[in-house]
């Protein structure tokens, strides 16, 4: 059973960065699909972006095209989530969530995950 701890989150100012990261122990990484997912306060989880576990095709929430970059490291058992040009609607607290495989359309639907972290809180100020 995959255990999974995200760091990296903070307070920003609009136009800033952050990069987050997620350690995954447990579990065989490079099987792991991974994805990014937020939920602000009175909203609903919502994707952000996904990383399959081979070949490492990316998927993006479209607010976010163009500013977020997903990426794994499976020698660190690691995700990252660059995060540039942050607006203060990236305001969220920010979960990373892993399952075996899955399809392109499966890692952009929370429900199909088995694995999440903690969360770790962005705050982005105009």
């Known amino acids: 059973q995959a255990r999974l701890g995200e760091s990296g989150g903070g307070l920003a100012q609009a136009g800033d960065s952050l990069r987050l990261s997620c350690v995954v122990s447990r579990g065989t990484f490079s099987r792991y699909g991974l994805g990014w997912f937020r939920q602000a306060p009175g909203k609903e989880r919502e994707f952000v972006a996904a990383?399959?576990?081979?070949?490492?095709?990316?998927y993006y929430e479209d607010s976010v095209k163009g500013r977020f970059t997903i990426s794994r490291d499976n020698s660190k058992n690691t995700l990252y989530l660059q995060m540039n040009n942050l607006k203060p609607e990236d305001t969220a607290v920010y979960y990373c969530g892993a399952r075996e495989l899955g399809t392109g359309e499966e890692l952009q639907d929370a429900t199909s995950y088995v694995y999440w972290g903690q969360g770790t809180q962005v705050t982005v100020s105009s």
């Open positions: 990383i399959r576990w081979f070949g490492g095709t990316t």
